[in-house]
């Protein structure tokens, strides 16, 4: 059977970060279910779909291949055989995410695909349900948070980094507004697994909670 670790939280807790160097120390597979949800939206974005219309996006899902692929180099998401890795991390992607994120069918169709990538090889997968609804039975589970001030800071460094442009009220505004409809949907929503260890990141390193997650799992076998 294989051995999946969950992690969930909300954005800027850590989780990628944390996932991809987790997965590394274990040499597990490292799955980032908040890519799916980009890669769709943008080509829901890229073939003017409208957003509001739940069947047109199950259409467009059920005719859509979707690859990860785990490189050293990082994460490359290839949505019909294209790389759209950076174009899924763009700000008009971020804030329109939500559309395929709280249509119910839609995640179905997302969650199959998730569990026929988990369900084959030990795995660490981060995003928002996946402790509750995607992986319920997973070995170890974890949600990671950090105050929004956190949050929002390490969000505006990353962005700085990549040399854009970013106002940082404006910032913790949509990291906020994306809280809330995470939280809110009626599908899927980021909620911590009852049986899920949480770990508040504000305080602490990458390292600090890469170890902390590796050792829980190290002691419990
Ligand atoms: O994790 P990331 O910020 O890349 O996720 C982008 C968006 O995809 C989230 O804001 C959320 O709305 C959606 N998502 C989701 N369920 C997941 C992962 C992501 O609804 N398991």
């Given at each position: 059977m294989a051995i999946i670790v969950t992690i969930d939280g909300p954005a800027g807790a850590g989780k990628s970060t944390v996932a991809k160097l987790l997965s590394k120390k274990l040499a597990f597979a490292y799955l980032d279910t908040?890519?799916?949800?980009?890669?769709?939206?943008?080509?829901?974005?890229?073939?003017?779909?409208?957003?509001e219309d739940e069947e047109?996006?199950?259409?467009?899902?059920?005719?859509?291949?979707l690859d990860l692929e785990d490189n050293p180099a990082g994460l490359k998401v290839l949505l019909d055989g294209k790389d759209v890795?950076?174009?899924?991390?763009t700000l008009e992607?971020?804030?329109?995410t939500f559309y395929i994120a709280r249509a119910p069918k839609v995640r179905e169709v997302m969650v199959d695909w998730q569990r026929s990538i988990g369900n084959k090889k030990n795995v660490v997968v981060e995003g928002r349900d996946t402790g509750t609804v995607v992986f319920p039975?997973?070995?170890?589970?974890?949600y990671l948070d950090a105050d929004i001030a956190e949050r929002s800071k390490r969000r505006f460094d990353e962005l700085k980094q990549?040399?854009?442009?970013?106002?940082?009220?404006?910032?913790?505004?949509?990291?906020?507004?994306?809280?809330?409809?995470?939280?809110?949907r009626k599908v899927g929503p980021l909620k911590k697994a009852q049986d899920a260890i949480s770990l508040d990141t504000t305080k602490?390193?990458?390292?600090?909670?890469?170890?902390?997650l590796y050792k829980h799992i190290n002691k419990n076998g």
């Open positions: 908040g890519a799916m949800y980009r890669a769709l939206t943008l080509k829901a974005l890229n073939e003017k779909i409208n957003l047109a996006l199950v259409k467009l899902a059920k005719v859509t291949k890795s950076q174009e899924i991390r992607v971020t804030n329109n039975k997973a070995k170890y589970k974890f990549k040399g854009k442009d970013v106002n940082k009220e404006l910032l913790t505004e949509e990291l906020k507004d994306r809280d809330n409809k995470d939280l809110t602490l390193t990458i390292d600090e909670v890469v170890n902390t």
